[in-house]
């Protein structure tokens, strides 16, 4: 909700964190895409079509899928108590979504398809660069509420936390 006020104000939107929800049947190792019924019963998921309809309502981009469209096995979560990380056995639920008026244009020598020695932090730093950044100025942000830093790609809360 408070990203599609945001939204609704004219603002540019950055979401981060865990999101607990796969948004792709590649960010879990749980699903067969080639089993018709587990591709059924993963799509009707409440939770995904919940982020699918936040990434349409408010023209967010996956960040990660930007730059690596096809890739598997990036995962973030893995079961401690099985040691899953050792075999990759996980699923990605860590998000950067972006507005995509913040990302360079297709045609753009910064769009990470434009050419190879491109990066995530020149597109990640591209609308501070246009002096976009919100929040400090505004009386600072609430938890939750990313800044980007220009090139580095990481991100801090507004609140310094």
């Known amino acids: 909700a408070r990203a599609r006020a ?17 948004k792709e049947m590649e960010d879990s190792c749980h699903y067969d895409a080639g089993e018709e019924s587990e591709a059924r ?13 936040l990434l349409r309502c408010c023209s967010l981009r996956d960040l990660f899928r930007v730059y690596h469209p096809t890739r598997t096995g990036a995962y973030t979560c893995w079961n401690a108590q099985t040691g899953a990380k050792l075999t990759n056995y996980g699923t990605r639920l860590d998000y950067i979504l972006v507005d995509a008026a913040l990302l360079p244009p297709p045609s753009s020598s ?29 009386g600072g942000g609430r938890r939750g509420e990313a800044e980007i830093n220009q090139g580095a790609g990481a991100h801090r809360n507004m609140n310094g936390r």
Do not use: C, M, T
Request: charged share 25%; net charge negative; proline share 3%.
């Open 6 to 22: 945001l939204v609704g104000e004219g603002r540019r939107v950055v979401v981060v964190g865990d999101l607990n929800i796969a």
């Open 41 to 53: 019963e993963f799509e009707a998921s409440p939770s995904r079509q919940w982020l699918r309809g």
């Open 110 to 138: 910064s769009h990470p398809h434009a050419s190879s020695s491109s990066s995530a932090g020149s597109a990640v730093g591209h609308g501070q660069e246009r002096g976009e950044r919100r929040g400090e100025e505004e």
